[in-house]
């Protein structure tokens, strides 16, 4: 007869799942992991249970103590699993902006739940950590499990999640993809797979508002700023995460996370949370540039029942200013790739050592008011616009037979294919054309009458 001891025997075996719709045409293969299958529904399940038996252990953490952990959710149902199985009490806070099942799911687990603000600074004493802190210090035979600086959290994942991907992709992986939220699954797992493969790229996902992305480009943190995704990005350094491990670190936005979340559930049957819409996104472009015949893992940290109430909502995204249509379906998870199908052409490109008459000649010729400059390889340089070129010529001070290079202007307005439409508002806000990139390469041009089109035809 074959069962677990106790539900916590029952964490970690999650299954790798190729992402067949989502996955970008022509590139590499990506295997989201299935986190949200552990008992609890979350990744934070393996963090949360090694650190309380390593707790047990050193002696910090005896019979009848209470457990005190500052959570976005997961860890705390991670914890309050493991309380509930070994008879400890727990007390949790959690940032308001954290949804109701959230909360209703760690208080039905038996834990006190104390919420507090998400819009104050890290070492404000209302935060949500310094409240933590202080509890943990006022409460007799307390454990603070301090998530986002403890060295276990990192350990968690280096002894027992990267070991469990290289092994069920026998070690076949190029690139590994993860969101950034205390550090501790990619610190872990990023830090055991380059110590297999040191040419295993590791990618780091952070939502626009969190600190993470400025402090691996430029050292410095960048002002935070409240974002909507759950789960990952801080507005602090957390101690359990290392840069070091990171090959690069991706931005996302809230728009660009609830999208591919949406798109999972609608379209893979993966009922996922934000966070892991965050880092598919990310992943998908990693696949697009590395290209056929590699392998991009990218765990998936939670589930989705916990944002019913949330983006998986028509009412809360239109209320948070996504887009969602009517009757003929939602607008939420339509991307570029949906407006550009169908107006898949060659993209009439120019070289920078082209004639201006010959530029001017084929923006005529192909009724086109911008035209992407490529070198000799095929990869974008640059953009030439009709206003640019107009003011050269009415200078009168030069000829069609001089070349365009000095014409030739930065990029604007780029998106990839799985790009959400809400993107494309942006962009023609800025009077820009909107440039789809696939790697190092344009593929196709679209203009406010694109955008206005496909509205119409899913509108009607």
């Known amino acids: 007869m074959a069962y677990h001891e106790n539900v916590l025997a029952a964490i970690g075996g999650t299954p790798l799942v190729k992402l067949g719709k989502v996955g970008p045409a022509g590139g590499a293969t990506v295997l989201a992991k299935l986190e949200y299958l552990n008992p609890g529904g979350s990744i934070k399940d393996r963090m949360a249970v090694h650190i309380v038996e390593k707790a047990e252990r050193a002696g910090l953490l005896r019979p009848g103590g209470t457990i005190v952990e500052n959570t976005s959710g997961n860890t705390g149902v991670g914890v309050a ?8 009490r727990c007390i949790f806070t959690m940032p308001d902006k ?12 038996g834990a006190q739940v104390i919420v507090t603000p998400t819009n104050v600074p890290a070492d404000s004493p209302e935060s949500y950590y310094s409240v933590a802190r202080r509890i943990a210090a006022e409460t007799p035979d307390s454990f603070y499990v301090n998530q986002y600086h403890s060295p276990d959290n990192v350990e968690a994942h280096y002894l027992l999640t990267g070991p469990e991907i290289w092994e069920q992709t026998g070690g076949r992986l190029d690139a590994f993809v993860a969101g950034l939220g205390t550090g501790g699954t990619m610190s872990g797992c990023g830090r055991f797979l380059k110590e297999r493969d040191p040419r295993v790229r590791t990618v ?3 939502p626009v508002g969190s600190v993470y992305h400025s ?18 990005g801080e507005d602090m350094m957390c101690g359990a995460l290392d840069l070091s491990v990171l090959d690069d670190v991706q931005q996302v936005t809230d728009a660009q996370a609830f999208a591919m979340a ?18 598919v996104h990310v992943a998908v472009q990693v696949a697009r540039d590395l290209g056929p015949g590699k392998v991009v893992v990218v765990p998936l940290p939670d589930g989705g029942r916990a944002y019913i109430s949330k983006f998986f909502s028509d009412e809360w995204m239109r209320d948070n200013g996504f887009p969602v249509a009517g009757p003929g379906g939602s607008l939420a998870t339509a991307t570029v790739g949906d407006v550009l199908a169908g107006r898949r052409g060659a993209v009439i490109t120019a070289r920078r050592t082209d004639k201006v008459e010959v530029v001017v000649r084929q923006l005529k010729q192909h009724d086109v008011s911008q035209m992407p400059v490529v070198d000799e390889a095929g990869r ?12 050269f010529l009415v200078e009168g001070k030069h000829r069609l037979s001089e070349i365009v290079e000095p014409l030739v202007q930065p990029l604007q307005g780029t998106v ?23 790697g190092e390469r344009v593929t196709g041009i679209l203009t406010k009458i694109d955008l206005i089109d496909f509205l119409g035809q899913r509108m009607t």
């Open 81 to 88: 699993l493991a309380a509930a199985v070994k008879g400890y």
């Open 98 to 109: 954290m949804s109701k099942e959230k909360q209703d799911t760690l208080k039905a687990l």
């Open 204 to 206: 780091g996902v952070d």
């Open 215 to 232: 402090m691996f480009k430029t050292g410095k943190l960048s002002e935070p700023h409240v974002y909507k995704v759950e789960g990952i």
């Open 262 to 279: 949406r798109r999972l559930a609608r379209e893979e049957g993966i009922f996922a949370g934000g966070s892991s819409g965050a880092a």
């Open 380 to 391: 974008v340089i640059g953009m030439i616009h009709e206003y640019d070129l107009l003011n």
């Open 416 to 438: 990839g294919l799985d790009t959400p439409i809400a993107r494309l508002r942006e962009i023609f806000n800025d009077d820009n054309v909107a440039v789809v990139r696939e």
